[in-house]
């Protein structure tokens, strides 16, 4: 069993940062691939970024390359996500999600999930 609680969500400008948090309990976290996936009022689930185990691979999706990183520190049981030039199109409830085998884009293949925390740009 792995509980996530995700941080760091607030209110930026347009072409602000923020950098969520999300920890995790249980001693094996090292062994989770690790997903940043948000939602928008009125639209579906949407892959942000994934991280393998050791943070040697990381994915993202086409609208946040290069301004979005995900790494994690698994001495500390946490993974982040920093999110650079922010847009208003990126206002979401930002999710992290862990699954017991490698990083996919397909919210139905994690098997844990946090609470959400609420980022909102404003233009």
């Known amino acids: 069993q792995v509980q996530l609680v995700e941080s760091g969500g607030g209110w930026v400008q347009a072409g602000g940062s923020l950098r969520l948090s999300c920890a995790a309990s249980?001693?094996?976290?090292?062994?989770?691939?690790m997903g940043w996936f948000r939602q928008a009022p009125g639209k579906e689930r949407e892959f942000v970024a994934a991280?393998?185990?050791?943070?040697?691979?990381?994915y993202y999706a086409e609208s946040v390359k290069g301004r979005f990183t995900i790494s994690r520190d698994n001495a500390k049981n946490t993974v982040y996500l920093q999110a650079n030039s922010l847009k208003p199109e990126d206002t979401a409830v930002y999710y992290c999600?862990?699954?017991?085998?490698?990083?996919?884009?397909?919210?139905?293949?994690?098997?844990?999930w946090g609470q959400g925390t609420q980022v909102t740009v404003s233009s």
């Open positions: 999600a862990a699954r017991r085998s490698v990083p996919t884009v397909n919210p139905d293949r994690y098997d844990y």
């Open positions: 249980g001693r094996t976290f090292s062994s989770y691939a």
């Open positions: 991280i393998n185990w050791n943070g040697g691979g990381t």
